[in-house]
């Protein structure tokens, strides 16, 4: 009984951990205001090696990126913001 019950509260702990998003860096975009608009970006920070997770709010123009442990340099989060069109006006590490 206490094996079966120590699997569940296992599960539980495993379930609210993958719902966590601990957010490093927070980009500001320009023009950034459908969720049509901001697919091209998801998709080209998504393939990124370093990114483990993303969210995009297009209310305020804000993608919030968490990593794997290693960074990515600014200068490389503003070239892949503008080869997706857009402009960034500001950055925001954590």
Known sequence: MIKYLLIL???FSVVLKADTFNPDVEITIKGLVCQLCAVGLKK???????????KMDTEKGILSL???GIAIPSSEIKEIVKKSGYEIASIKCK
Request: without cysteine; glycine residues 6%.
């Open 9 to 11: 509260i296992f599960s």
């Open 44 to 54: 080209s920070f998504a393939k990124h090696i370093n990114v483990k997770g993303l």
């Open 66 to 68: 968490e990593y794997w």
